[in-house]
């Protein structure tokens, strides 16, 4: 019964069960990133791409950096907006034109609603930066991973970890998170953070 479905970013972890959706769902349109059909490869080698066989489905729409679908929804890549801060995309890389390159996350999207005044973005993994996101879209509510699960919890992490805590809360905004934001992670920015984090799983239902 769903009537629009939306790929944040081109990885298979995001995309595994798109084949399945389509085969359930005939008339759903499909938002992918028009690069999010690339290789894209993790630094031991593997290939984490999305189903590169799906491309030309008749239900997969590319986009473009902007889409608004009315006034709203709408999706952004923010590509090419200065990043002031660090991202956590390190070790992520992408084959274009057949070189591997770090990977530029081009292909991630976010997807913006405007409901009862205020302003919620629905990310992914948030491979270009939680903070930068935050402060490109100015988000009340943000849904989505912070990937920070490589960062150490008991090491020189703690100080990007505190920073990020302190960032997120200046921005003012509710916050459900999960997947690769990282289960230690998140209890250590629940301590700074409060009643403004909020663990996100799978099957889950939010009344925001």
Known sequence: ??????????????????RRFLELNGKAPVLVNRYAFETHMARDGRNISMDQSLEGHKQI?????????DVEVSL?????????FE????????????????????????????LGGRRIVVSGCS???????CRWLR????????HFMNVDVHGPGRERLDRAAD??????????????????QFLYLKKRMGDTLHALSGGQTLVI
């Open 61 to 69: 729409v590319l986009t473009g950096d902007m889409l608004d679908l």
């Open 1 to 18: 019964t769903v009537d629009l479905a939306v790929i944040s970013h081109g990885h298979y972890d995001h995309t595994g069960g798109l």
């Open 87 to 114: 991202d956590s995309s390190a070790g992520l890389f992408s084959v274009c034109e057949g070189k591997l390159r770090q990977d530029l996350f081009l292909h991630e999207q976010y997807l913006c609603l405007k």
């Open 139 to 146: 988000p009340d509510v943000l849904i989505g991973g912070f």
């Open 76 to 84: 952004r890549t923010c590509n090419g907006v200065p990043a002031p």
């Open 127 to 133: 491979h270009k930066g939680i903070l930068n996101i």
């Open 167 to 184: 960032a997120l809360l200046a921005q003012g905004a509710q916050y459900y998170t999960g997947h690769c934001t990282g289960a230690e």
